[in-house]
């Protein structure tokens, strides 16, 4: 939907943005004379004037409008750029001034047969007064200065755009400077003209004018203009409106597995609020941040949380924490967050003591998950080195978030590739189906991530899953800071050789027939293959899944 409105409101921009730079041309031809500028406006009517043009043009102005006022409408914060105010409102000053020459051109033209040449439209914007000519100045300059602004932001993180920069520059000044110059020059020519006796006469008759529509385009701009002002002020009372139901409906509560809920007291701990509730919680230090008996898995709702303070980081550091547990006498939640206690309340202080066993090196039975991003070599060629971090930034918070949603844990970030492990904690039926899950999130984040960065992509982004299951060896390896907990083993070996069997088989995901099985899940849609697996000795049953998203849900 936001892919589908981003692309219309371009085109849309784009159909507005040809038609002013077409009419600001057709004024500069004011430069030659006032018989070139008509000239030049017979050429500009055939375009935009009949129906086919026309058509598009009124089309385009009622998507963009339409758009501006959604934004307005559903965006969370008014808490914008400079440049992106101003671009907001130059926009809505557009219809507000442009009420007056729409009607006094192409509606009387159609209402009442006047023919506006050039002459009778400059003799109209300044012959009496010079403020209907200033104001159409004006809405030129506004018009042009919005569209370019959009142009900006549109082009600006295209990889070519620091060379091709100047150039826009110098259209974005010379476009609007020659229509300037050519209105100026026929303004001064029609000026000189009305003084000959008889001139004045002879152009309305020439134009066929009807006095009834001075009144009507009077009292019609008027009314555009209010109707204008209800319509975005409207909108931006129903915005109002909109923010306090959905503030009332989103008062934050804190989330305990089995489903329960309680609302979030300000300023109260997670163990705090559990007390208050009558849910019994381990706490030996009494809430001082120093047992660690308290701790909680986060799964939800973690990225509102602070990190940690020094007292906090180095209970968990001692006890070998992953980065989702927390404790709970120390986080404050403002935002909902879904815990899950990790020691039974009756808990004693040796069990906050103890490190996971697995840190000192074990045999488990966890699920290894392998992802890479397709093309990125191609993807990354050209673009500046702060595009191409940005970008990976932004693929590895959605992959790594995915995992740790589901309850897994990064291993490692390899180039543009993801390792995970599933089932530190949990046995291998649960750690297979998290695994699952997040797959199943990740096609989701990355599909969300393409739609947020279609303008700057090439291409879609896509990626390869391996996801195997089995017996690794596990504990913390490496050395000084390199060190961290990892797994190594056949079962790590395979799930990456599955990763890269997706490109040959041409799927977005190979998961082991084992995953599958243990999982407990259905499995029965996705087509299951035997296939050779490098460094083993018998072949390996798999089963290829074409897209992430459509995985059975857990
Ligand atoms: S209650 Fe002891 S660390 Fe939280």
């Not at 009420?99 to 009496?128: C, D, K, N, R």
């Not at 104001?135 to 030129?140: D, E, G, P, R, S």
Request: hydrophobic share 50%.
């Amino acid at each position: 939907m936001t892919h589908t409105i981003d692309r219309l409101r371009l085109g849309s921009g784009l159909v507005l943005l040809a038609f002013v730079t077409c009419h600001l041309l057709n004024h500069a031809a004011g430069i030659v004379s006032l018989e070139a500028q008509d000239w030049a406006r017979e050429a500009h009517h055939a375009i935009w004037g009949e129906w086919p043009g026309l058509t598009v043009l009124l089309a385009a102005t009622v998507v963009h409008v339409a758009i501006a006022l959604r934004a307005i409408y559903v965006r969370r914060s008014l808490r914008l750029a400079p440049l992106e105010w101003g671009q907001l409102l130059l926009g809505l000053a557009i219809p507000f001034l442009l009420a007056e020459h729409v009607l006094g051109t192409t509606v009387s033209e159609a209402s009442f047969g006047i023919e506006p040449s050039y002459a009778y439209v400059q003799a109209a914007l300044w012959l009496v007064s010079p403020w209907p000519g200033i104001k159409q100045v004006t809405v030129l300059l506004v018009a042009w200065v919005h569209g370019t602004i959009g142009i900006y932001y549109w082009l600006r993180l295209k990889p070519w755009f620091h060379r091709a920069a100047p150039y826009l520059l110098a259209a974005a000044v010379l476009v609007p400077a020659l229509s300037l110059a050519g209105i100026i020059s026929t303004a001064i020519e029609v000026m000189a003209l009305a003084r000959q006796p008889g001139w004045i006469g002879a152009l309305l008759r020439s134009v066929h004018f009807d006095p009834e529509a001075a009144e009507f385009v009077a009292e019609g701009e008027l009314t555009a203009q209010i109707a204008f002002v209800v319509l975005v002020a409207g909108t931006v009372a129903a915005r109002a409106v909109r923010q306090a139901l959905v503030a009332r409906s989103q008062r934050p509560m804190l989330r305990y597995p089995g489903g329960r809920k309680v609302p979030i007291q300000p300023g109260a701990s997670v163990l705090e609020i559990s007390r208050s509730e009558g849910i019994a919680h381990a706490s030996v230090c009494g809430g001082r941040g120093r047992c660690s008996t308290c701790r909680v898995r986060v799964s939800a709702g973690a990225e509102h949380l602070p990190p940690p303070d020094t007292q906090e980081t180095r209970v968990l550091a001692r006890i070998g924490a992953p980065p989702d547990v927390r404790l709970a006498c120390q986080i404050r939640p403002t935002r909902s967050l879904e815990v899950v206690p990790l020691l039974p309340a009756s808990a004693t202080a040796e069990a906050g003591f103890r490190r996971p066993a697995y840190l000192a090196g074990q045999e488990r039975e966890l699920a290894v998950m392998f992802t890479d991003l397709r093309g990125f070599t191609q993807l990354s060629d050209g673009r500046l080195p702060f595009d191409v971090v940005y970008l990976l930034n932004r693929y590895f918070a959605a992959m790594g978030g995915a995992v740790e949603q589901a309850g897994g844990r990064v291993d490692k970030f390899i180039g543009d590739g993801v390792m995970a492990l599933f089932g530190l904690t949990d046995p291998p039926e649960e750690a297979c189906r998290q695994a699952l899950a997040a797959a199943r999130t990740m096609g989701a984040a990355l599909d969300m991530l393409n739609r947020d960065m279609a303008n700057d992509l090439p291409a879609p982004l896509r990626m390869g899953i391996g996801i195997h299951a089995g017996p690794v060896i596990v504990g913390e390896m490496g050395h000084g800071l390199a060190k961290q907990l990892t797994a190594i083993g056949d079962t790590v070996n395979i799930a990456s050789r599955l990763e890269g069997l997706c490109k040959t088989l041409g799927v977005a995901m190979v998961v082991s027939d084992h995953v599958a099985a243990v999982s407990g899940l259905p499995f029965d849609g996705f087509e299951r293959r035997e296939t050779e697996i490098r460094g083993r000795d018998a072949a390996l049953a798999v089963r290829l899944v074409g897209d992430p998203r459509e995985l059975p849900q857990v």
